[in-house]
């Protein structure tokens, strides 16, 4: 099956700074990738997507970034505050059924 | 306005105990899934459904059996629960073969 692989692990920034948390998936027939949000104790939320006919996709402070040649794909949050401090996970649909997750990214924005 | 509801939140069993966790939609899903979230191993598909009276296996579907009677209900049953079934599950839907919205998770514990 698919591997997702997602580092950093943790990471902490200043408020205000960027903060930019990359996966790579092993199977170059997966076509989505999602992205998703999960604060503590809560749910999972998911906040960005992209399909692999797409290089880049924006939402306000949240962009998403393809590479279909590396078999990478990465986050990047601009603008951090303390709200934004979460666990993230990306993913990797292969058959459209079946998401491979990355093993999470916990983010902790520093007021 | 309820989403995706799981019951329950918690349950403490004993080795060899059987149960059943129950997700309710009323989104409208066609697709409804159920993963364990494990630390550092990220969420993890145990097994799925595309429609009523559907149900496939996904990435760990040993030691759990599902089932979709109604569109708007998932089953996730232990036969015989196991120490290695203590994770946090979650349940989820979604239209598109993707899992959009997510239950607020059921904290499992097998003594």
């Known amino acids: 099956g698919e591997n997702v692989e997602q580092h950093p692990s943790t990471l902490s920034v200043q408020e205000g700074d960027s903060a930019v948390i990359k996966c790579t998936y092993s199977?170059?027939?997966?076509?989505?990738f999602p992205w998703y949000k999960q604060e503590l104790g809560k749910r999972p939320q998911l906040i960005i997507d992209i399909r692999s006919n797409v290089g880049e996709k924006k939402d306000q402070r949240i962009a998403v970034t393809l590479n279909k040649t590396a078999k990478h794909f990465s986050l990047h949050i601009t603008e951090t505050q303390p709200e934004d401090s979460a666990v993230y996970f990306c993913a990797a649909s292969l058959t459209g059924n079946q998401f491979y997750f990355g093993t999470g990214t916990s983010l902790t924005v520093i007021p | 306005n309820a989403g995706v509801t799981q019951t329950p939140k918690f349950r403490v069993l004993k080795t060899g105990q059987s149960m059943t966790l129950l997700c309710a939609q009323d989104?409208?899903?066609?697709?409804m899934y159920w993963y364990r979230q494990d630390p550092g191993m990220g969420l993890r598909l145990i097994h799925y459904?595309?429609?009523?009276?559907?149900?496939a296996k996904g990435e760990v579907p040993d030691g759990y059996n599902v089932s979709r009677l109604k569109k708007q209900n998932f089953l996730l049953g232990l036969e015989s629960a196991a120490p290695s079934q203590t994770s946090v599950y979650f349940c989820?839907?979604?239209?598109?073969?993707?899992?959009?919205?997510f239950g607020d998770g059921t904290r499992l514990s097998i003594l």
């Open positions: 989104m409208n899903h066609e697709y």
């Open positions: 989820a839907g979604g239209t598109g073969n993707q899992p959009q919205h």
């Open positions: 199977d170059s027939a997966s076509n989505y």
């Open positions: 459904s595309v429609g009523e009276g559907t149900t």
